[in-house]
């Protein structure tokens, strides 16, 4: 495996490794990887001739320094788990590297993609997003960009940015990956103490329910009783609970507007929990 640090090696890099065109599929992550990120770079493994994928933990994207003091780091686990995924390059860069001495992000407005839901919860947050992600694409040029459901508004954020800013590359969104318990892998669930993750595992449950209830009630009805089944739930705090149209993600209506979505965030042991599942 290829590992480089600083945007300048990747132009000559690439030139090395290419004797004619080739495909570029890229994965972007923030480390800690588990077996959602391996789905994404296996599927980019699949569909390129080349797999890079970066490992950076972005400081302008988090709203509390003790999250990001707390986010799990651990570049050689990081690097065996992507090898055995496909991943042959990756671009694992300094802060500075990647903003010399400014560290700060640009301002975004793409409207309720930005504003709602976690833009709403988390001011600043699709700021840092959009920076790093709108570095990263136009550092790696891939043909082929990999990203997952599971941050399903960070997904639809990240499709407008290529079409509002005419990027080169195809953004891919791939299935949203569960343990065999049916808890949303992410990064922080390392986190989770046995109890908490019992509470967790209540998330999915709702949100399985809500699904099997839509022909009983609408949206609007649907997130509220959603939301009142989490609160129930001892030692598990609910954030919000959305019915969503997942091609703009303004809150649904009524059943006519197709496809749906269900977002909702949810703490257990002090950790945040994002999941959703698609009506």
Same mark, same amino acid.
């Given at each position: ?80 788990i992507a090898a055995a995924a496909g991943c042959e390059v990756v671009f694992a860069p300094t802060t500075e590297a990647m903003y010399g001495e400014n560290v700060t992000s ?17 001011p600043g947050h699709f700021n840092g997003v959009v920076t790093i992600v709108r570095k990263l694409l136009k550092i790696i040029g891939p043909d082929n960009a990999y990203f997952? !459901?599971?941050?399903?508004?960070? %997904?639809? $954020? /990240? =499709?407008? @940015?290529?079409?509002? &800013?005419? +990027? ?26 046995? !109890?908490?993750?019992?509470?967790? %595992?209540? $998330? /999915? =449950?709702? @949100?399985?329910?809500? &699904?099997? +209830? ?42 006519? &507007? ?22």
């Amino acid at each position: 495996m290829i590992v480089f640090t600083h945007p300048d090696e990747w132009s000559a890099l690439r030139s090395s490794l290419f004797s004619s065109r080739q495909s570029v599929g890229y994965v972007a992550t923030m480390g800690a990887l588990h077996a959602g990120h391996q789905s994404l770079i296996s599927r980019a493994s699949k569909e390129n001739d080349l797999v890079v994928t970066s490992v950076y933990v972005n400081p302008t994207q988090f709203n509390v320094a003790s999250d990001l003091d707390k986010y799990p780091r651990d570049l050689g686990k990081d690097l065996e788990i992507a090898a055995a995924a496909g991943c042959e390059v990756v671009f694992a860069p300094t802060t500075e590297a990647m903003y010399g001495e400014n560290v700060t992000s640009e301002n975004t407005d793409y409207g309720i993609l930005t504003s709602s839901l976690e833009g709403a919860k988390r001011p600043g947050h699709f700021n840092g997003v959009v920076t790093i992600v709108r570095k990263l694409l136009k550092i790696i040029g891939p043909d082929n960009a990999y990203f997952g !459901e599971k941050d399903f508004q960070q %997904l639809a $954020i /990240i =499709r407008e @940015l290529a079409i509002r &800013e005419s +990027l080169p590359v195809n953004i891919i969104g791939c299935e949203l990956i569960r343990n065999s318990d049916g808890l949303a892998m992410s990064s922080r669930n390392v986190r989770l103490t046995p !109890e908490g993750r019992i509470k967790a %595992l209540e $998330i /999915i =449950r709702v @949100l399985k329910e809500m &699904e099997g +209830l839509k022909k009983e009630m609408g949206p609007q009805a649907l997130a509220e009783w959603g939301f009142y089944e989490l609160e129930r739930v001892r030692g598990l705090t609910p954030e919000y609970m959305e019915v969503v149209n997942s091609s703009n993600l303004e809150s649904l209506r009524d059943w006519s &507007e197709v496809p749906s979505r269900i977002l909702t965030v949810a703490w257990a042991d002090g950790v945040r929990l994002l999941d959703n599942i698609a009506i």
